[in-house]
């Protein structure tokens, strides 16, 4: 008795001395994770431009049984226009030069441009393929001055911060030779601003919310067909995604909570001594794998 008496407190000092390696070990591994987690970190991402595609619904708010869709939807004969060989190279040849001529412009005049036209050129993006048809996008034009404005303040004071602390030098420096900054001025003169908004859910009759698949997707095929309208009708544009304005832009155009803001696209004709930077692009070797 008096032998195990005496390893009492030996088995307790070892005891301990398990507890406090367990201990340090855990917070070990949580300080790692929690440093991981720091390093991935990017200080300069967008909420909004966060992909929604994946975004879990709360499972009370979802609508298991019905999502709003006609299953009885009916299913027609589809024709479509064939052309002659000859006729498709020389389509396909003359649509490339027309989208090669594209640029991004930052130098847009406060000349009129015909409203039917921003109509025509939405109706097009409108034909773009989304998700289960769900149609996720809406597309905000504006024209008045004084909103116009509103959204340039927005912008430039959020882009400012964005140069100055959010983005980092390595992305700083490679705008440089584009000479883009936090000045916005074509967000006063172009004629129309055109903001196009992902919806990442939607709401049935019954005030549930109704599921957008692939809507990230969904709005940005939609979002290059309304580039490639734009360029056919003569007009020109620089895809804008200014980084954390979004919940102000929202909030002033009064969109619901369930749009997020994608892309803002300044719309017009350029002004006469407007310049861009003289870029190449890749040939089709370097974008293009046949197996």
Known sequence: ????????????????????????????????????????????????????????????????????????????????ERYSEAEMIKRSQEFYKLLNKRRSVRFLSDEPVPREVIDNVIRTAGTSPSGAHTEPWTFVVVQD???????????????????????????????????TNWIKEYLD????????FKQVYGRLPNGKKKTHYYNEISVSIACGILLAALQNAGLHTVTSTPLNCGPH??????????????????????????TVPALTRKPLEDIMVVM
Not at 35 to 62: I, N, Y
Not at 149 to 178: A, C, F, P, S, T
Not at 253 to 273: H, I, S, T
């Open 145 to 179: 001055s004084d909103l116009k404005h509103k959204i340039r303040e927005i912008v430039e004071e959020e882009e400012e911060i964005n140069y100055k602390k959010r983005m980092g030098e390595r992305w700083v420096n490679d705008l440089k030779r584009l000479r």
């Open 189 to 196: 003169t172009a004629p129309y601003l055109i903001l196009i």
């Open 1 to 80: 008795m008096a032998f195990f008496s005496s390893l009492t407190p030996v088995f307790i000092a070892i005891i301990c001395v398990l507890i406090g390696v367990i201990l340090k070990k855990k917070n070990g591994e949580r300080e790692k994770h929690e440093t991981k987690s720091k390093a991935l970190s990017r200080p300069w991402v967008d909420e909004d431009l966060k992909d929604g595609t994946d975004h879990q619904l709360e499972e009370e708010e979802v609508d298991e049984e019905w999502q709003g869709f006609d299953e009885n939807i009916a299913h027609v004969p589809f024709f479509a």
């Open 249 to 274: 832009l929202r909030v002033l155009l009064q969109r619901p909570a369930n749009e997020k803001l994608l892309l803002l696209l300044p719309v017009g004709y350029p002004k006469k001594d407007a």
